[in-house]
């Protein structure tokens, strides 16, 4: 975190300014400075106790956490009993969490396939529509859905694609039977795939158009002058212009490997069955506010975090090994 | 998007490069069709749902379902949704819970990104240091629910609220802006005698108009959105946002309890509305409010979005 690297355009203080602030006293910044550091006082306490404690509470995954040990969840912590990795134990024993393990990584994987190279490839596509008034309507067009929420997506999908849905309702009216695409745990992977890239690759699309944006035109010009057709520009100009995004893309998709989204799942688990909806995020809910085990839920959620953690700081080293810049520039 | 740069180029009446090859037609008759099918994609759902809940039940009867072309315009299954009941209700929890929670998010926020706005400040480096980490490390879902309901929060519409406060992201969205708003404006202000608060909605909030709306139209949409956390902490009927009503009528399959019974609907012409046109009506109600934020973001995210994206 060397001169905050989220900062572009940022002006940077003169050399005389700086020799100056760091001459005065620690008294003296804070006279100065109170009413910013101030300011920022009620997002922290609310990041405090929505998110740290939180993250702090998970030692209940360490615990036989029962709350009617206590009055509040605070002395309900204190007298439950520690049973060291008892719950973790039951989780590696228990054939559902790694049911849910194995979907959520086939999951991740099967859309890593199919999903990740769907923003790129519109990215390029609406790059080539010169009308700038076309491609202003598509752009608004597919950034829509992104502003839906899951139940939303669902509940459009399900009418177009259930078994009362307007595919269904057409082949009907013609004589034929479609399947009902919403209850098939075969095709899940297929539906939630393709209900995540209606929604969200519109939305993607945005970084790679900016990156393409950036790729100067004199390039192409001089590259063409030079003899190189329509796919060698592509090949040697656009995708090393896009190469940088992709990688931090792909970065962070690894770091969220792990989180597939909940509430995608949450909803359609009914219909089309445990065995193949089942992710980490439901097993955490059904096992920890379904059947009241706080301790086995809290455990599978700190084994969540800690392997997306890992993930997330493994894949950019490997980035920063190839010489890209990753999330963060190293240090 | 195109560069000052690219404006000097030589081009065809088409707006192509001259040097670019010309597209052959295949290529341009394939582009066209993926274009045409991904636009449908989106927009015809949307009009389905809409016209059908504009149908009456002769119509509905008539297409078998949903209807595709529109015969006439029939608002029924809107006066029956927000003539009292679980969707009105659900619509008024919403709208409350989107109004006040964008305006804690907004106003907390604003404040935190201008409190680091300016490099060198005492504390500056550990403050941010603060707000980045909750990008690596997850509240589990389990210690959240044990910390909301343990503040007394199940069944209050503040647990909607205050949990998703906060969003980093949102936070470095509006600093990075902030940061670029020339400091000799600071000085001067400072000079002629203002402090940080006059500073920030004397100065900065004017300028920065348009990303502060967006970072709260970003808000918005999140808490009408809000679903999950309503599962978690709202058992009450009538405090259900719109998302949930949705659920429970479209996915669980369950009937609005206020509709199409054979009630009579005093005062309209209209005879009550089928199931199904309720149904849709609902779904249009949940989708509303985001196309009509839609236009005023749209035209500022991008930038928001990729100074964020790229840069945090």
Redesign the interface.
């Known amino acids: ?1 060397s ?9 940077k ?1 003169a050399a005389p300014a ?1 020799s100056a ?1 760091t001459t005065l006293t ?1 008294g003296a ?2 006279r ?2 109170w ?6 006082v ?3 306490l ?2 405090a ?10 030692i ?2 360490f615990q036989d956490y029962n ?1 009617f040990a206590g009055d ?3 002395d309900a912590f204190l007298s439950s009993e520690w049973i060291g990795f008892g719950n973790f134990q039951y989780l590696f024993e228990t054939p559902a969490f790694w049911e849910s393990v194995r979907n959520t990584l086939a999951i991740t994987a099967f859309q890593l396939v199919f999903y990740f190279p769907i923003p790129i490839l ?1 990215a390029i ?2 790059n ?4 700038p008034r076309l491609r202003s ?2 752009q ?6 992104h ?6 997506v ?3 999908f ?3 694609l259930g078994g ?3 595919i269904a ?1 057409t082949a ?2 013609h004589g034929m039977t479609a399947p009902d695409f919403m209850t098939n745990p075969d095709t899940f992977y297929f539906l939630i795939t393709s209900q995540a890239i ?1 929604k969200d690759a ?1 939305w993607g699309m ?2 790679f ?2 990156a393409l ?1 950036a790729i ?3 390039l ?2 001089a590259s ?2 030079d003899g190189a ?2 796919m060698r520009r592509f090949w040697h100009i656009t995708l090393p212009g896009l190469r940088p ?1 992709i990688v ?1 893309l792909l970065i962070l998709r690894l770091g969220d490997a792990l989180n597939v989204g ?2 995608q799942f ?2 359609q688990r009914e ?1 089309v069955g445990r065995d193949a909806a089942e992710v980490l ?1 439901t097993y ?2 059904f096992q ?2 379904g059947v009241q085990q ?1 301790g086995v ?2 455990a599978a ?2 084994v969540k ?1 800690l392997v ?2 890992l993930l ?1 700081l493994g894949a950019n080293k490997v980035a920063h090994k190839l010489g890209e810049q990753g999330i963060y520039a190293k240090s | ?1 195109t ?1 000052a ?2 404006f000097r ?1 030589p081009r065809t009446p ?4 001259v ?3 010309k597209p052959t037609l295949v290529g341009q008759f394939g ?1 066209g069709v ?2 045409t099918a ?2 449908l ?3 015809v ?2 009009w ?2 809409v016209v059908t809940s504009l149908s009456s039940t002769d119509t509905i009867n008539a297409a ?3 209807v595709f072309l529109p015969r006439e315009f029939n608002p029924s299954a809107y006066v029956v949704i927000f003539s009292g009941g679980q969707v009105t209700d659900a619509v008024l929890v919403s709208t409350i819970v989107t109004v006040i929670g964008t305006a804690i998010s907004l ?3 604003v ?2 990104a ?3 706005s ?6 500056h ?1 550990p ?6 980490l ?1 990008f ?16 007394g929060l199940k069944d209050n519409l503040l647990a909607l609220v ?5 969003s ?1 992201f949102n ?2 969205v509006l ?2 802006f902030f ?2 708003i ?2 000799e404006l600071f000085d001067s202000a400072r000079i002629d005698g203002a ?3 006059r500073i ?1 909605l004397r100065i900065v909030l004017p300028l920065s108009k348009a990303v502060t709306a967006v970072v709260g139209l970003f808000y918005a ?1 999140g808490y ?2 809000t ?2 956390n309503a ?2 902490y709202l058992d009450r009927n009538d405090l259900q946002p719109v ?2 009503v ?2 429970q009528f ?2 669980a399959g369950q009937s609005p309890s206020n509709a199409g019974t054979g009630v009579v609907l005093p005062g309209i012409g209209y005879s009550a509305p089928p199931n199904l046109a309720i149904k849709m009506a609902v ?1 249009v109600v ?2 509303v409010p ?2 009509i ?2 236009p005023f973001v ?1 035209r500022h995210f ?1 930038k928001g ?3 964020g ?4």
């Open positions: 975190m001169s905050s690297p989220i900062v572009e355009g940022a002006v203080p700086t602030t620690f910044r804070l100065r400075d009413p910013l550091i101030l300011m920022c009620p997002a922290m609310l990041l106790v929505f998110h740290y404690l939180p993250a702090l509470g998970t209940i995954a709350p509040t969840p605070l519109l596509l609406l080539s529509i010169m009308s309507f598509v608004s067009v597919v950034y829509l859905p502003f839906f929420s899951w139940v939303l669902i509940s459009l399900q009418m177009m009362a849905g307007l309702q009907r009216d209606w519109g945005i970084v158009l900016a944006a100067d035109p004199s192409y010009e063409a002058a057709g329509r995004v931090l909940f509430e949450f909803l219909a995020d955490v809910y920890g506010i706080w839920g809290a959620g700190l975090a997306g953690l997330i | 998007m560069t740069a690219e180029k088409s707006g192509r490069p040097w670019e090859e582009k993926v274009i991904v636009v994609s989106v927009l759902p949307l389905v749902v078998g379902g949903y106003t907390v926020t404040l935190a201008y409190g680091l300016r490099a060198g400040t005492l504390l480096r403050i941010l240091f603060y707000f980045l909750t690596l490390i997850y509240p589990g879902m389990i210690p959240s629910y044990l910390v909301v309901t343990g503040l205050v949990p998703a406060a906060v980093a936070l470095v600093r990075a940061m670029g020339p400091q402090g940080e608060v920030l949409v009408w959105n679903f999950f599962v978690l998302q949930r949705l659920q479209i996915l779904v949940t989708l985001a196309l934020v839609y749209q991008t979005v990729i100074v994206a790229v840069k945090g």
